[in-house]
């Protein structure tokens, strides 16, 4: 059985390889060239240590290796949506759009015709029920990454692979340091993913601009300060938003009379929410479509955390509306939220907050 095997650098996908051998496999690695490289404001991008790595471990384990662009993908794909949501006021994810249209997309329709599978380095699982593939949640649930996959296909999770998904990071951890990688002791990264080292304000600032705004306090309608541009902040935010006598926190964006509300307090009302309405939900496994027609109990995700929260979701036409069991803050129009059963241990999919 053939496998493509993506690797970045990082820990993570590096320690698949040497877990794909013990498995049995020979896999062919493909290092996938992404994001703003001939962009002159790319400063700092570790891509050449990142290649140097993963040369190595192709070198180590005896593995074939590729380096392939889809840098004109990504532009058109993930930054493009990026900017766009960004200038429409909404919160975009760019990593659950990369999955799903380049790691599973875009490197799928070039190069993935050619293996029976393809693994990463993600902090997911699969299971098979009833010979049906599903995507299961990771061991390691502060790392758990089934939120930025909660957008693939059936047909893309058909092929895939999480060698980590068992594993706890620290296990990661030691995995690398017994097989010698280069890798091992390198931080995670924190940042979006085609951004690398560049700061995601300044990269806004570089191809959205500036959009001066006043920000007003919810209750009051009291004038507190300005803004540079209501996509430089989100739902929920409480710094950087250079008010004194706080916290502050942003619970509303009215994008016809650029302004940002705010509500002051550490726990303010007016920033929690209970029934969220999702668009164009996404089920990963399409015959649990119908089984939402009437509400069904739920765990779900409205951002990347360990910790679920609980509610009902049901089908309303094109949308979905889920209630929280217990209102919950920073709900983010452009956002996705992520569905998984009650028990935790499949992700069902997602839709766009709105």
């Known amino acids: 059985m053939t496998i493509a095997a993506l690797v970045s650098g990082g820990v993570d996908s590096s320690v698949t390889i040497p877990l794909l051998k013990e498995m049995g496999f020979n896999p062919h690695i493909f290092y996938i060239q992404i994001g703003l490289k001939d962009d002159p404001a790319w400063v700092n991008c570790p891509a050449e240590e990142d290649e ?12 074939k290796l590729e380096l392939v662009s889809l840098q004109e993908e990504y532009w058109e794909r993930v930054i493009a949506y990026t900017i766009s949501n960004v200038k429409s006021g909404q919160t975009p994810n760019p990593d659950i759009m990369c999955n799903k249209m380049i790691k599973f997309g875009a490197f799928e329709e070039k190069y993935g015709h050619d293996f ?10 699969t299971l098979t029920i009833e010979g049906e593939k599903y995507l299961g949640t990771a061991k390691d649930s502060f790392k758990d990454q089934t939120y930025f996959l909660g957008q693939i296909s059936q047909q893309q999770l058909s092929k895939l692979i999480f ?41 806004i600032r570089r191809y959205v601009g500036e959009n001066p705004g006043e920000i007003r306090e919810l209750e009051t309608g009291k004038l507190l300060g300005r803004h540079h541009g209501l996509w430089f902040h989100t739902i929920g935010q409480r710094k950087g938003l250079g008010l004194a006598q706080g916290p502050w926190f942003v619970v509303k964006k009215d994008i016809e009379e650029n302004i940002i509300w705010v509500s002051n307090g550490y726990d303010p009302i007016s920033q929690y929410k209970e029934v969220i309405t999702l668009d164009d939900f996404h089920f990963i496994n399409t015959h649990a479509d119908r089984d939402y027609i009437h509400p069904r109990q739920v765990k779900f995700k409205i951002r990347h955390q360990p910790e679920f929260n609980n509610g009902q979701l049901k089908k309303d036409g094109n949308k979905s509306i889920l209630t929280a069991d217990k209102a919950i803050s920073g709900v983010a129009p452009g956002q996705f939220g992520v569905i998984y059963t009650p028990d935790a241990a499949i992700c069902l999919g997602s839709g766009v907050i709105s």
């Open 52 to 63: 140097e790595i993963v040369s190595y471990i192709a070198a180590k384990y005896g593995c």
């Open 116 to 125: 029976d599978l393809i693994s990463t380095g993600h902090y997911a699982t």
């Open 163 to 203: 060698p980590i998904g068992n594993l706890l990071k620290s296990e990661v951890r030691q995995k690398a340091i017994l097989e010698k990688l280069p890798s091992a002791y390198r931080k995670d990264s924190q940042g979006i993913c085609f951004l690398g080292k560049i700061n995601y304000s300044d990269f």
